[in-house]
């Protein structure tokens, strides 16, 4: 499996770093993956789901560790280009339906 694209879109809170869209062998998109400051530091989180009881469930997840380290690192990764960068490309990507927003209301 190959990540051939890793979108970022910091937020400014206390926990929450950013939300992150993943592109997977230009074919499949997983979106409302987070980037989250725990008390180990910085982890990925994937997409989930409240249930009635009010727990959470992911609705997509790597199957095995191996896949979970690969995303996890490469999405770091960009996060840290992105913070670093002041997100230069949000130039040339930034007028996506995500961008226009989204982060801003969530």
Do not use: W
């Not at 095995?64 to 999405?75: A, D, G, L, Y």
């Amino acid at each position: 499996m190959k990540i051939t694209e890793i979108k970022v879109v910091p937020v400014h809170e206390e926990k929450l770093k950013a939300y992150v869209t993943i592109v997977l062998e230009e074919c499949f998109v997983v979106r409302d993956l987070k980037i989250i400051n725990g008390n180990n530091g910085l982890f990925v989180a994937m997409p989930s789901k409240k249930r009635k009881d009010g727990s959470y469930r992911d609705i997509a997840h790597p199957l095995n560790q191996e896949t979970r380290t690969e995303i996890e690192e490469q999405v770091l990764k960009a996060y840290l280009d992105e913070i670093k960068g002041g997100g230069q490309d949000d130039e040339s990507e930034g007028d996506s339906e995500e961008d226009s927003g989204s982060s801003d209301s969530e």
